[in-house]
């Protein structure tokens, strides 16, 4: 291992080159010392190359291209690839405050596992002064510890966790819904706490499309809910109509809210009741 690697930073990415080739260039901006970045690319065509990154000596950037769409795997892989004891792993199309990976690597001494603060600003285009709008705009939040969940944009955890608690499970396909979620339940088994630092903020500027967008033919989001409900609680009933809800919400926000629409079914909440009720 280079022990000269203070923190890795972890981007997987699915059809988002502009946001992507963004996101490092500011990642590389920054003037944090001894980190690498490494990029899982899972983008059907056009994928990020070398050429398309600015070169700064104190980071170093490995492009992996993976066939398979797989968020998952995606995040697993960089486990793999990480020469670091640390990793922080973000969305791929964010911008970041300046001092955001200091303040992960160096919260990274009292505690094990890190989630930071995500402001949303669906349809912010201009990118050159996304800093400015953190600047002049930040939220008023506080950090604490035993937070309740992971948000898979912005969280950082020591490498040697993995060993304990295991992998990202890669029974959840495609976008992956729940596997956050899964993740800091084992957390929880296990006596880890997760510690919440509002200071490490980023901007997520909500791509409309690539990522983790369904097709609308594709209810991997439905697989995912019946395998995280089977294999983390025992009363599925109070569990199916939680999550029954929470999918009707998803699907009227997609249909009648969201840039990325999709025609309104219910389908993909059958086939989650009749998954869960054989």
Not at 254 to 272: A, D, G, H, M, V
Request: with cysteine.
């Amino acid at each position: 291992m280079n022990m000269n690697m203070n923190i890795t930073v972890g981007l997987p990415s699915l059809n988002r080159k502009s946001y992507l080739i963004n996101t490092i260039n500011s990642l590389i901006e920054l003037n944090f010392s001894n980190f690498e970045i490494i990029v899982i690319d899972q983008s059907d065509n056009d994928k990020i190359q070398y050429h398309d990154i600015k070169t700064r000596t104190n980071s170093k950037l490995r492009i992996v291209y993976q066939d398979k769409k797989s968020l998952t795997e995606a995040r697993n892989r960089i486990i793999n690839l990480s020469e670091s004891d640390i990793i922080l792993f973000l969305d791929d199309d964010i911008v970041t405050d300046y001092s955001i990976i200091d303040i992960h690597y160096l919260n990274h001494k009292t505690y094990d596992v890190i989630v930071g603060r995500i402001t949303q600003k669906n349809g912010w285009k201009s990118y050159p002064f996304a800093r400015d709008y953190l600047s002049s705009n930040p939220d008023s939040s506080i950090s604490f510890e035993n937070y309740k969940g992971i948000q898979g944009g912005n969280f950082s955890i020591k490498k040697n966790i993995f060993n304990s608690i295991g992998f990202f499970d890669t029974n959840f396909s495609g976008m992956a819904l729940r596997e956050e979620t899964d993740l800091y339940i084992r957390l929880k088994k296990n006596g880890i706490p997760v510690y919440y630092c509002a200071d490490a903020h980023l901007l997520h500027l909500s791509a409309p499309s690539g990522g983790c967008r369904r097709n609308v033919n594709d209810y991997s989001d439905v697989s995912n809910i019946t395998y995280f409900i089977r294999k983390n609680f025992k009363n599925i009933k109070t569990t199916l109509l939680l999550e029954i809800f929470l999918l009707l919400r998803s699907v009227i926000f997609k249909t009648f809210f969201s840039n990325n629409r999709i025609t309104f079914t219910l389908q993909p909440i059958i086939i989650l009741f009749k998954t869960l009720i054989k």
